[in-house]
């Protein structure tokens, strides 16, 4: 009988969240703006920043977040807080 595998990503959506804050300060963008530009509410872009939430994202909403934020994807997800 396999094993199933326990994943549990929750450092990993919180680094995610943390990193798409940082972005879009740094391009001086507020959430509700952001949220506006990728199409979602302004309360799930909170979600998604917010630390202990863990909101996964799907990866349209990732290239989107990415495309508004004029990065390239794989910055947020390599993000670490000593990178500002």
Same mark, same amino acid.
């Given at each position: 009988?396999? +094993?199933?595998?326990?994943?549990?990503?929750?450092? *990993?959506? #919180? #680094?995610?969240? &943390?990193?798409?804050?940082?972005? *879009? +300060?740094? +391009?001086?963008?507020?959430?509700? *703006?952001?949220?506006?530009?990728? &199409?979602?509410? *302004?309360?799930?872009? &909170? @979600?998604?920043?917010? /630390?202990?939430?863990?909101?996964?994202?799907?990866?349209? !909403?990732?290239?989107?977040? @990415? @495309?508004?934020?004029?990065?390239? /994807?794989? !910055? !947020?997800? +390599?993000?670490? /807080?000593?990178?500002?």
């Amino acid at each position: 009988m396999a +094993k199933t595998a326990i994943f549990d990503n929750a450092a *990993r959506f #919180a #680094a995610l969240g &943390g990193a798409i804050a940082h972005y *879009r +300060k740094r +391009k001086g963008l507020s959430q509700d *703006r952001l949220a506006e530009l990728v &199409g979602i509410s *302004r309360q799930h872009m &909170g @979600a998604v920043e917010a /630390p202990h939430m863990n909101r996964g994202i799907s990866l349209d !909403l990732l290239f989107n977040i @990415a @495309a508004v934020l004029e990065i390239e /994807p794989y !910055l !947020l997800l +390599k993000f670490r /807080p000593e990178e500002r």
